[in-house]
Each structure stands twice: as structure tokens, then as C-alpha cells.
């Protein structure tokens, strides 16, 4: 198989996080100056989802390094065939075709079901990071693992006026913040199931990326020199 052709968990190199978790680190708090809020709420075992709002292209190393535990982060497919890809699939993390994601989730989903981390940017693509749209994988792997769901919001990680692919200068004061995890409460799996999830998520991220926003006194990239719309 060629790089980012993933069939099942047990072809991720499982071990991958746990180095390259120190990386995320070292860029989150040594390249970077980075304030992470909420540790503590994390949950300290078993099936966990994150979701993050998505701004720029340093938020995936950065929520993967500043995490309390190894994480494997669903990455669109064309990056593992980059120059860097490489890393990505070192890294063990999980390879997502944009044109058909079932295999990612099904493998997210036995991540999950084995009591793993598994990080995904709902919102699918960067852009100005209020979560106003999510997909449906994150829903689908809620109501199919029954995994709890911590929001994470980045913040500082694309100044106004910048690009999606602007990386933060050194020492760039860069904020995280972690959310209560909760449960997305629907029953059954079915379509139905995912979409009344999909709007207990949307209105979940969207609340706890305006609480970021009171928290940290830094807007998104769309917002700056204003309060960001309720």
C-alpha cells in the first residue's frame, strides 16, 4: 500500500503518538508561548473525541502536543503523500479521503472502542473557526461509540488579514482551550440519530468557542477589534 492507504487500526503504527506528542509540545510550548486551558477536565481514561474549531494550518500540531494523552488525529489524505507525510504516518495518525471518509471513521471508531483519543476538525476544512458548520463524522462516531466529546478551541494560531497556511512567528502567544466533555444524548445510529447529533455539537462548539473568545480576550481571525457575534 502506498503512504495514507490505512485499511483497518491495527495498520497505524500505534506507537506513533507517543513521540510525536513531544514534538507537538516542544513546538506548543518551546517554539511557541502556548496557554492551555481546561487540562484538568480532560478525561484521564478511556474513549475520549475531541473537537476543534479550525483556523490555521499549526492548530492540528498544536491541540495534538498540548493533549494530556496520545491522540491519533484524523488528517486529510493528500497530506501523507506531501513532502512531509511522511511524518504523518510515523506519527500514527489517521489518513481521511475527503471524497469518502467511511474508512477513516470505521477506523476511528476501533480506536475509540479500544478506550483511544481520536481528534477531528468537524468543521472540515480552515476557515474562520466559529463552528458554524460541522460535518457529519464527528456525529457518526459519537453516536456509534458513545464516546464522550471535549471541544477544544484555538485561538492566536492565524492573526487577520493572514492566510489559512500562516504559521505563527516563534514565541507567538498562541491559546488553547479545552471544554467539559459531554455526551451528545440521541438514541439509535441511524440518520436520524446523526443529524439531531450534529446539531447538539454544532450548538456545543459554537457555545464553547464564544466562552474561548471571553476567556483568552483574543478574537478570531474574522472578529478582531470586535466582540465575536452571539
Not at 94 to 106: E, F, H, K, S, Y
Not at 185 to 192: A, E, P, S
Request: charged share 20%; glycine share 14%; aromatic share 8%.
Amino acid at each position: 500500500m502506498g503512504r495514507g492507504e490505512v485499511r483497518d487500526a491495527s495498520e497505524l503504527k500505534l506507537w506513533g503518538p507517543k513521540w510525536a506528542r513531544r514534538v507537538g509540545q516542544a513546538l506548543a510550548y518551546g517554539y511557541w508561548n502556548t496557554t492551555v486551558y481546561g487540562r484538568e477536565s480532560f478525561p484521564a481514561t478511556g474513549p475520549v473525541i475531541v473537537a476543534s474549531n479550525h483556523i490555521g494550518v499549526v492548530d492540528g500540531p498544536l491541540v495534538f502536543g498540548v493533549l494530556p494523552r496520545d491522540s491519533y488525529f484524523m488528517v486529510k489524505k493528500e497530506f501523507f503523500t506531501s513532502k512531509l507525510g511522511f511524518l504523518m504516518d510515523w506519527a500514527g495518525q489517521i489518513p481521511v479521503d475527503r471524497a469518502n471518509g467511511r474508512t477513516a471513521l470505521t477506523i476511528g471508531k476501533e480506536l475509540l472502542d479500544d478506550g483511544r483519543v481520536v481528534g477531528i476538525f468537524p468543521e472540515g476544512h480552515r476557515g474562520a473557526g466559529r463552528a458554524d458548520t460541522v460535518k457529519a463524522g464527528v456525529a457518526w462516531l459519537a453516536v456509534h461509540t458513545g464516546a464522550p466529546i471535549v471541544p477544544a478551541a484555538c485561538l492566536g494560531t492565524r492573526p487577520a488579514g493572514a492566510s489559512v497556511g500562516y504559521v505563527p512567528r516563534p514565541r507567538a502567544k498562541l491559546h488553547v482551550v479545552l471544554g467539559e466533555p459531554f455526551q451528545v444524548g440521541v438514541t439509535g445510529t441511524g440518520r436520524q440519530a446523526v443529524t439531531d447529533a450534529i446539531e447538539v455539537i454544532a450548538a456545543k462548539m459554537q457555545a464553547h468557542v464564544a466562552h474561548a473568545v471571553d476567556v483568552t480576550g483574543v478574537a478570531l481571525p474574522g472578529d478582531a477589534g470586535r466582540r465575536m457575534e452571539r
